[in-house]
């Protein structure tokens, strides 16, 4: 009763259970937000209207990061005079706080974006990036002991190779985590994951200046994003390590000798080269591949799991200091996803969830989702819903399942209070093609739109489709469910209908467009042919009444009820005195 009856104003006073999260490292906040770094980046490229993108758990830091830039902004102007500087704190996020929010940024026209915090590292789209990861503590010697101990005890004897991954906040202690893993190790060697971009360039803009590596930071090596493709084991200098030796190459364990002097690293970071790779999307991993992962549990684990079944993953946590196989919940992560494919296989109507505007390919991959679709004659709707949430895609109730276009550590849903099967690109492109899951998890965006990938949504479709035609003559023969056991009748949107006759109706909605109803040359209201929203609305949601018992009841004559509002009703006076004591009576308790 309270809900119906308050006046709505605790909402406005609710406070956010977020707990604060500290980047900073041993020497500070100031050096944690990377002040100088970041005012340094922005002075030598020219941007004038910076926006400040803080996570929640952040928020409380905001002010202090704002007026230490301004000031050391102000202060590099002193010594070296240029444009005056514009900067803006961006309010809560449109879409998840790990992407680039260019959407705000937008609003104040901004020429740039610092994002602070943790970071899914997607390509951005429109405006370059500034990444202040941040700088959490992480004691180099008990994480070393930690995990050295544990891979000697489970792991020497059938691997040979690890690559070392870490949270975007520990990536600053990653060089020498892996440093003394190599000394330590004898029979196994670490290798880097490459690490994150300290600033990063839109992806479709082709006259964009090159990556800045301030001195400090020579490691840096700017990519779209954070585990993507993993060359062979052999790289061509110049394409990974900077140099342009092109007689010798770099492995993934050896340097040329033109890297080492060119591109020195700072002995700060490493007390010696430490060799960096990168993480395959659409290939397996090397035989006798040990994956290690230093930060807490995270989507970012999750994914890494997923996408590298079958690979051991040793997991530690640095605010625990416990070191765990990953690996074992991934049997059950990959189930649970392969039911939400198979749900999905037995739809008719898809919804195209965007969550997000800022990823550079998100626009070819939606283009691509929509023609997978209506290639198997399925009704597609795309709807942007910034933030997911049940009750967002609760009011799309003719929708029977969603495809989440989103970075990724937001596209896995795995909430069970979702009324429909929400899936990833990878696993609506599974479903509708009608292939055997051999556990291999895509959950780039280049994968699934490159022409020479397996996984290409425009590939392979066809092909299937075509192949199903031959094995069922019959378009409308029912399929079996394994979701539900049962046989499904799939109904086929556009199909039916020639080119001529829905070009006519195309033609007559466009004429109409402004008319209150469509009515064809007889005068007869227009018939929509194959509308899945209308169709539902006529079964589902449209309100039918009482049940009609016509001839069973004799009608009844209509009298004068009470009258007035819920506190106090005026009884009519052709009630009789008895009723009106009794109703009385009533009103008491």
């Not at 909402?11 to 500070?28: K, L, T």
């Not at 260019?102 to 590292?121: M, T």
């Not at 609506?428 to 490159?450: H, I, N, S």
């Amino acid at each position: 009763m309270s809900t119906i009856t308050n006046s709505g104003e605790d909402i406005i006073h609710a406070r956010n259970d977020i707990s604060p999260h500290d980047i900073s490292d041993d020497n500070g906040d100031k050096d944690g937000y990377e002040i100088k770094r970041t005012a340094r980046d922005i002075l030598e490229h020219g941007y004038s209207r910076i926006a400040l993108q803080f996570p929640d758990e952040l928020l409380h830091h905001s002010v202090g990061v704002y007026r230490d830039l301004v000031r050391e902004l102000a202060e590099l102007r002193r010594l070296n005079p240029g444009t005056a500087h514009s900067v803006y704190i961006l309010a809560d996020t449109t879409y998840n706080a790990c992407c680039v929010d260019e959407v705000a940024a937008q609003h104040v026209d901004a020429d740039v974006i610092v994002h602070y915090g943790h970071a899914c590292l997607e390509p951005s789209a429109r405006l370059p990036v500034i990444y202040v990861l941040g700088k959490r503590r992480l004691d180099v010697g008990v994480c070393v002991d930690a995990v050295a101990q544990s891979i000697l005890q489970r792991y020497t004897s059938i691997h040979s190779r690890a690559i070392l991954v870490s949270d975007t906040a520990y990536a600053w202690k990653a060089p020498a985590v892996c440093d003394a893993l190599n000394r330590r190790l004898k029979d196994i060697t670490v290798h880097l994951h490459n690490p994150p971009p300290s600033i990063v360039y839109p992806a479709l803009n082709s006259g964009a200046p090159p990556p800045v590596r301030p001195a400090d930071e020579s490691k840096m090596q700017d990519h779209e994003a954070d585990g993507s493709a993993l060359k062979g084991e052999e790289a061509a200098c110049g394409e990974d390590c900077g140099c342009s030796d092109t007689k010798n190459s770099c492995t993934l364990s050896n340097s040329c000798n033109s890297c080492t002097s060119t591109n020195p690293r700072n002995p700060s970071i490493a007390q010696r080269p430490v060799s960096t790779t990168t993480l395959p999307t659409d290939a397996p991993l090397p035989p006798r591949t040990l994956l290690i992962y230093i930060g807490g549990a995270s989507l970012k684990l999750t994914n890494l799991v997923l996408t590298h079944a079958g690979v051991a993953v040793l997991a530690y946590d640095p605010t625990t200091h416990n070191v765990s196989d990953a690996t074992g919940s991934e049997n059950r992560l990959l189930q649970r996803r392969y039911a939400q494919a198979s749900k999905a296989r037995d739809c008719d109507v898809f919804g195209l969830a965007v969550g997000t505007l800022s990823t550079a390919s998100y626009l070819p991959l939606v283009r691509a989702l929509r023609a997978k679709l209506q290639a198997h004659h399925k009704k597609v709707y795309t709807v942007a819903v910034g933030k997911l949430n049940p009750a967002k895609l609760g009011n799309f109730g003719e929708i029977q399942a969603w495809c989440v276009v989103a970075c990724k550590e937001s596209s896995i849903v795995n909430s069970k209070e979702f009324i429909t099967p929400v899936v990833t690109p990878f696993e609506l492109e599974m479903a509708l093609d009608g292939r055997t899951w051999t556990g291999e998890y895509v959950l780039d965006f280049p994968a699934l739109l490159d022409p020479s990938s397996r996984w290409n949504l425009s590939g392979s479709g066809e092909a299937e489709q075509e192949q199903n035609h031959l094995v069922h003559h019959d378009p409308d023969a029912p399929t079996f469910s394994a979701s539900s056991g049962r046989l499904v009748h799939h109904r086929r949107f556009d199909d039916g209908v020639s080119s001529d006759a829905s070009a006519q109706v195309q033609r007559q909605l466009e004429e109409g467009a402004d008319a209150l109803t469509l009515r064809t040359k007889e005068n007869a209201l227009q018939v929509m042919h194959n509308s899945a929203a209308a169709a539902f609305l006529h079964n589902e949601r449209s309100w039918k009444g009482l049940e009609v018992r016509e001839g069973q009841d004799a009608p009844s004559q209509l009298e004068t009820g009470r009258a007035g509002v819920a506190r106090g009703y005026t009884l009519p006076t052709s009630l009789s005195a008895s009723e009106s004591v009794e109703m009385a009576e009533k009103k008491k308790f």
